[in-house]
Protein backbone atom coordinates (compact mmCIF):
# COMPACT_ATOMS: atom_id res chain seq x y z
CA UNK A 1 0.00 0.00 0.00
CA UNK A 2 1.37 3.39 -1.13
CA UNK A 3 2.11 5.46 2.12
CA UNK A 4 0.12 8.68 2.40
CA UNK A 5 2.32 11.62 1.74
CA UNK A 6 1.45 14.13 4.66
CA UNK A 7 -0.27 17.85 3.94
CA UNK A 8 1.24 19.37 6.16
CA UNK A 9 5.32 19.03 7.79
CA UNK A 10 6.16 20.64 11.31
CA UNK A 11 9.87 21.62 11.38
CA UNK A 12 11.01 22.17 15.18
CA UNK A 13 14.59 22.91 15.70
CA UNK A 14 16.15 22.60 19.09
CA UNK A 15 19.23 23.34 21.05
CA UNK A 16 19.98 22.27 24.58
CA UNK A 17 16.54 22.53 25.61
CA UNK A 18 15.08 19.01 26.79
CA UNK A 19 12.36 20.07 29.52
CA UNK A 20 11.06 23.35 27.04
CA UNK A 21 11.01 20.38 23.89
CA UNK A 22 8.88 18.31 25.81
CA UNK A 23 5.74 20.21 26.65
CA UNK A 24 6.21 21.07 22.75
CA UNK A 25 6.10 17.43 21.56
CA UNK A 26 3.66 16.40 23.58
CA UNK A 27 1.16 18.92 21.65
CA UNK A 28 2.41 17.99 18.41
CA UNK A 29 1.96 14.35 19.72
CA UNK A 30 -2.01 15.00 20.68
CA UNK A 31 -2.54 15.91 17.22
CA UNK A 32 -2.69 12.45 15.85
CA UNK A 33 -3.14 13.80 12.28
CA UNK A 34 -2.50 11.51 9.22
CA UNK A 35 -2.08 14.36 6.97
CA UNK A 36 1.06 15.98 9.66
CA UNK A 37 4.59 15.07 10.25
CA UNK A 38 6.59 16.22 12.57
CA UNK A 39 10.70 16.78 12.12
CA UNK A 40 12.40 17.87 14.68
CA UNK A 41 15.92 19.12 14.23
CA UNK A 42 18.35 19.18 16.99
CA UNK A 43 21.37 21.26 16.56
CA UNK A 44 23.75 19.41 17.95
CA UNK A 45 22.45 19.36 21.85
CA UNK A 46 24.79 18.11 24.72
CA UNK A 47 21.76 17.49 27.00
CA UNK A 48 20.38 14.30 25.92
CA UNK A 49 17.81 15.33 23.48
CA UNK A 50 18.78 12.78 21.06
CA UNK A 51 17.99 9.82 23.32
CA UNK A 52 14.88 11.24 24.95
CA UNK A 53 13.27 12.15 21.57
CA UNK A 54 13.98 8.78 19.81
CA UNK A 55 12.55 7.29 23.04
CA UNK A 56 9.76 9.31 24.00
CA UNK A 57 8.38 10.18 20.36
CA UNK A 58 9.49 8.02 17.89
CA UNK A 59 7.14 8.53 15.47
CA UNK A 60 8.96 11.49 15.01
CA UNK A 61 11.55 12.23 12.26
CA UNK A 62 14.39 13.20 14.14
CA UNK A 63 18.12 14.86 12.34
CA UNK A 64 21.13 15.08 14.43
CA UNK A 65 22.95 17.88 13.08
CA UNK A 66 27.08 17.81 13.69
CA UNK A 67 27.28 21.41 14.45
CA UNK A 68 25.38 23.93 16.03
CA UNK A 69 23.72 25.48 13.07
CA UNK A 70 21.83 28.06 15.18
CA UNK A 71 18.38 29.67 13.24
CA UNK A 72 19.59 28.43 9.70
CA UNK A 73 19.91 24.59 10.77
CA UNK A 74 15.76 24.83 9.98
CA UNK A 75 17.57 24.25 6.38
CA UNK A 76 18.20 20.58 7.46
CA UNK A 77 14.51 19.70 8.35
CA UNK A 78 12.84 21.81 5.67
CA UNK A 79 15.04 20.15 2.91
CA UNK A 80 13.54 16.52 3.84
CA UNK A 81 10.06 17.72 4.58
CA UNK A 82 7.02 15.87 2.41
CA UNK A 83 4.56 18.10 3.22
CA UNK A 84 3.03 20.70 0.85
CA UNK A 85 3.03 23.42 3.87
CA UNK A 86 5.83 24.14 5.72
CA UNK A 87 5.68 24.95 9.18
CA UNK A 88 9.01 26.10 10.92
CA UNK A 89 8.59 26.46 14.90
CA UNK A 90 11.07 26.68 17.59
CA UNK A 91 10.96 24.68 20.59
CA UNK A 92 9.56 26.90 22.97
CA UNK A 93 6.49 27.95 21.04
CA UNK A 94 3.19 26.10 22.40
CA UNK A 95 -0.11 26.01 20.77
CA UNK A 96 -0.14 25.26 17.27
CA UNK A 97 -3.47 22.73 17.28
CA UNK A 98 -5.75 21.49 14.22
CA UNK A 99 -7.75 24.26 14.28
CA UNK A 100 -4.19 26.73 13.13
CA UNK A 101 -3.43 23.46 10.32
CA UNK A 102 -7.19 24.21 8.86
CA UNK A 103 -6.46 27.98 8.71
CA UNK A 104 -2.96 27.69 6.88
CA UNK A 105 -4.46 25.44 4.74
CA UNK A 106 -7.40 27.50 3.68
CA UNK A 107 -5.11 30.71 3.22
CA UNK A 108 -2.66 28.72 0.85
CA UNK A 109 -5.58 27.20 -0.94
CA UNK A 110 -7.31 30.64 -1.12
CA UNK A 111 -4.22 32.57 -3.19
CA UNK A 112 -1.69 30.71 -5.54
CA UNK A 113 0.14 33.41 -4.82
CA UNK A 114 1.11 33.16 -1.33
CA UNK A 115 4.31 31.89 -0.09
CA UNK A 116 4.71 32.63 3.34
CA UNK A 117 2.38 32.62 6.19
CA UNK A 118 3.24 34.37 9.67
CA UNK A 119 1.78 33.80 12.87
CA UNK A 120 0.51 36.14 15.63
CA UNK A 121 2.95 34.98 18.92
CA UNK A 122 1.52 36.01 21.86
CA UNK A 123 4.15 35.82 25.66
CA UNK A 124 2.89 32.74 27.07
CA UNK A 125 3.07 34.43 30.50
CA UNK A 126 1.46 38.16 29.59
CA UNK A 127 -0.83 37.77 25.51
CA UNK A 128 1.06 40.41 24.84
CA UNK A 129 1.80 40.45 20.61
CA UNK A 130 5.87 39.32 21.02
CA UNK A 131 8.55 38.71 18.35
CA UNK A 132 7.00 41.37 16.43
CA UNK A 133 9.22 42.11 13.04
CA UNK A 134 6.84 43.57 10.75
CA UNK A 135 6.79 46.72 9.65
CA UNK A 136 3.59 48.10 11.24
CA UNK A 137 3.01 49.08 15.06
CA UNK A 138 1.53 45.52 16.46
CA UNK A 139 -0.69 47.85 19.46
CA UNK A 140 -2.73 49.21 16.15
CA UNK A 141 -2.29 46.13 13.66
CA UNK A 142 -1.49 42.92 15.76
CA UNK A 143 -5.21 41.56 15.17
CA UNK A 144 -4.80 42.43 11.52
CA UNK A 145 -4.49 40.65 8.44
CA UNK A 146 -2.00 42.00 5.81
CA UNK A 147 0.83 41.84 3.62
CA UNK A 148 4.60 42.25 5.52
CA UNK A 149 7.94 41.57 3.61
CA UNK A 150 9.25 40.07 7.01
CA UNK A 151 9.39 36.55 8.40
CA UNK A 152 8.51 35.19 11.64
CA UNK A 153 11.20 32.09 11.42
CA UNK A 154 10.32 30.55 14.45
CA UNK A 155 6.18 30.80 13.52
CA UNK A 156 5.42 30.38 10.13
CA UNK A 157 4.03 28.46 7.43
CA UNK A 158 5.75 28.36 3.66
CA UNK A 159 4.50 26.64 0.44
CA UNK A 160 6.87 23.73 -0.42
CA UNK A 161 6.89 24.65 -4.05
CA UNK A 162 7.73 28.11 -3.06
CA UNK A 163 10.28 27.54 -1.09
CA UNK A 164 11.63 24.33 -4.00
CA UNK A 165 11.45 27.92 -6.28
CA UNK A 166 12.96 30.32 -4.51
CA UNK A 167 15.65 27.91 -1.95
CA UNK A 168 15.93 28.10 1.91
CA UNK A 169 17.86 30.72 4.59
CA UNK A 170 21.80 31.13 3.85
CA UNK A 171 23.61 29.49 6.11
CA UNK A 172 26.56 31.23 6.70
CA UNK A 173 24.25 33.61 8.54
CA UNK A 174 24.39 31.56 11.52
CA UNK A 175 21.31 33.46 13.10
CA UNK A 176 19.72 37.13 12.74
CA UNK A 177 18.32 38.51 9.40
CA UNK A 178 18.04 35.16 7.43
CA UNK A 179 14.00 35.65 7.33
CA UNK A 180 14.85 39.31 5.67
CA UNK A 181 17.54 37.46 3.59
CA UNK A 182 14.77 34.66 2.22
CA UNK A 183 11.48 37.24 2.28
CA UNK A 184 13.35 39.25 -0.32
CA UNK A 185 14.08 35.98 -2.30
CA UNK A 186 10.38 35.18 -1.51
CA UNK A 187 8.52 38.59 -2.93
CA UNK A 188 11.79 38.62 -6.34
CA UNK A 189 9.80 35.24 -7.04
CA UNK A 190 6.57 36.85 -7.04
CA UNK A 191 5.17 35.60 -4.57
CA UNK A 192 3.37 37.18 -1.55
CA UNK A 193 3.94 36.97 2.64
CA UNK A 194 1.06 37.18 4.91
CA UNK A 195 0.93 37.75 8.78
CA UNK A 196 -2.66 36.67 10.19
CA UNK A 197 -3.49 36.27 13.61
CA UNK A 198 -6.01 33.92 12.88
CA UNK A 199 -3.21 31.35 13.96
CA UNK A 200 -2.35 32.54 17.49
CA UNK A 201 0.95 30.33 19.05
CA UNK A 202 2.36 31.63 22.43
CA UNK A 203 6.36 32.10 23.09
CA UNK A 204 7.73 30.34 26.25
CA UNK A 205 10.74 32.24 26.24
CA UNK A 206 13.62 30.14 27.02
CA UNK A 207 16.59 31.96 28.04
CA UNK A 208 19.08 29.06 27.68
CA UNK A 209 21.20 29.08 24.34
CA UNK A 210 20.75 32.77 23.89
CA UNK A 211 23.97 34.32 24.94
CA UNK A 212 23.41 38.06 25.48
CA UNK A 213 26.05 39.47 22.70
CA UNK A 214 24.98 37.51 20.59
CA UNK A 215 22.28 39.95 18.62
CA UNK A 216 24.87 42.73 18.62
CA UNK A 217 26.81 40.62 16.68
CA UNK A 218 24.64 38.51 14.36
CA UNK A 219 22.28 41.66 13.89
CA UNK A 220 25.46 43.73 12.57
CA UNK A 221 27.32 41.32 10.81
CA UNK A 222 24.31 39.88 9.16
CA UNK A 223 23.17 43.09 8.01
CA UNK A 224 26.42 43.87 5.64
CA UNK A 225 25.78 40.25 4.29
CA UNK A 226 21.76 40.90 3.78
CA UNK A 227 22.68 43.81 1.82
CA UNK A 228 25.33 42.45 -0.39
CA UNK A 229 23.49 38.79 -0.90
CA UNK A 230 20.08 40.99 -1.98
CA UNK A 231 20.28 44.79 -2.86
CA UNK A 232 21.58 47.05 -5.45
CA UNK A 233 23.83 49.39 -5.09
CA UNK A 234 21.76 52.20 -3.58
CA UNK A 235 19.59 50.08 -1.61
CA UNK A 236 22.50 48.42 -0.32
CA UNK A 237 24.15 51.63 0.79
CA UNK A 238 20.63 52.79 2.31
CA UNK A 239 20.43 49.98 4.37
CA UNK A 240 23.64 49.74 6.19
CA UNK A 241 23.50 54.15 6.46
CA UNK A 242 20.51 53.32 8.39
CA UNK A 243 21.10 50.13 9.77
CA UNK A 244 25.20 50.51 11.06
CA UNK A 245 24.45 53.09 13.22
CA UNK A 246 21.90 51.71 14.73
CA UNK A 247 23.53 48.90 16.04
CA UNK A 248 26.33 50.57 17.23
CA UNK A 249 24.17 52.59 19.63
CA UNK A 250 22.89 49.77 20.75
CA UNK A 251 26.14 47.88 21.70
CA UNK A 252 27.56 51.18 23.33
CA UNK A 253 24.40 51.66 25.28
CA UNK A 254 24.37 47.97 26.74
CA UNK A 255 28.14 47.18 26.99
CA UNK A 256 28.60 45.01 23.95
CA UNK A 257 30.54 47.85 21.59
CA UNK A 258 33.40 45.03 20.99
CA UNK A 259 30.81 42.76 19.89
CA UNK A 260 29.87 45.50 17.54
CA UNK A 261 33.41 46.13 16.43
CA UNK A 262 34.21 42.45 15.90
CA UNK A 263 31.56 41.96 13.72
CA UNK A 264 32.25 44.58 11.26
CA UNK A 265 35.27 43.05 10.87
CA UNK A 266 33.98 39.35 10.47
CA UNK A 267 31.67 41.22 7.82
CA UNK A 268 34.31 42.72 5.99
CA UNK A 269 36.63 39.13 6.00
CA UNK A 270 34.22 37.38 5.15
CA UNK A 271 33.54 39.40 2.21
CA UNK A 272 34.69 37.62 -0.96
CA UNK A 273 32.92 34.52 -0.04
CA UNK A 274 29.26 36.55 0.33
CA UNK A 275 30.02 38.59 -3.66
CA UNK A 276 30.33 35.13 -4.80
CA UNK A 277 26.41 34.32 -3.72
CA UNK A 278 25.13 38.01 -4.66
CA UNK A 279 22.08 37.80 -6.82
CA UNK A 280 20.15 41.34 -6.38
CA UNK A 281 17.03 41.37 -6.60
CA UNK A 282 14.49 42.98 -9.44
CA UNK A 283 13.91 46.64 -9.26
CA UNK A 284 10.57 45.63 -8.79
CA UNK A 285 10.79 43.98 -5.70
CA UNK A 286 12.59 46.76 -4.17
CA UNK A 287 9.66 48.99 -5.57
CA UNK A 288 7.24 46.48 -3.41
CA UNK A 289 9.82 46.74 -0.34
CA UNK A 290 9.20 49.93 0.23
CA UNK A 291 5.73 49.85 -0.76
CA UNK A 292 5.08 47.58 2.25
CA UNK A 293 7.52 49.53 4.27
CA UNK A 294 5.04 52.75 4.19
CA UNK A 295 3.39 51.26 7.06
CA UNK A 296 6.18 51.32 8.95
CA UNK A 297 5.71 53.18 12.57
CA UNK A 298 7.53 57.17 12.85
CA UNK A 299 10.75 57.49 14.82
CA UNK A 300 9.00 58.10 18.30
CA UNK A 301 8.02 54.32 18.16
CA UNK A 302 11.54 52.97 17.60
CA UNK A 303 12.88 55.26 19.93
CA UNK A 304 10.25 53.94 22.81
CA UNK A 305 11.05 50.43 21.64
CA UNK A 306 14.55 49.85 20.66
CA UNK A 307 16.59 53.38 21.83
CA UNK A 308 15.21 53.54 25.31
CA UNK A 309 14.63 50.02 26.40
CA UNK A 310 17.34 46.98 25.99
CA UNK A 311 16.97 44.66 23.02
CA UNK A 312 13.42 42.67 23.08
CA UNK A 313 13.18 39.06 23.71
CA UNK A 314 13.57 36.58 20.82
Known amino acids: MMERVPQFTIVVLTYNRKEVLAELLQQLDRLARPDAEVVVVDNCSSDGTNAFVRSAFPRFTLVLL ?54 RVVDHYTGQVCNWCHPRDPELHGRSSFETNEITEGAVAFRREMLDRVGLYPEDFFISHEGADL ?9 EIHYSPRVTVSHKYARNARPGWRRYYYDTRNDFWLAVRNYRPVAMALHLMRRLPATFVYAVRDGFFHYWLKAVRDALLHLPEILKQRQPISREAHRKL ?19 ARVVKL
Do not use: H, Q
Open 290 to 308: RLLNRERPGIAFYLKRRLF
Open 66 to 119: EENRGAVGRNWGMAIARGEYVITIDDDILGLDGDALDTISARFTGNAALGALCF
Open 183 to 191: AARIIDNGF
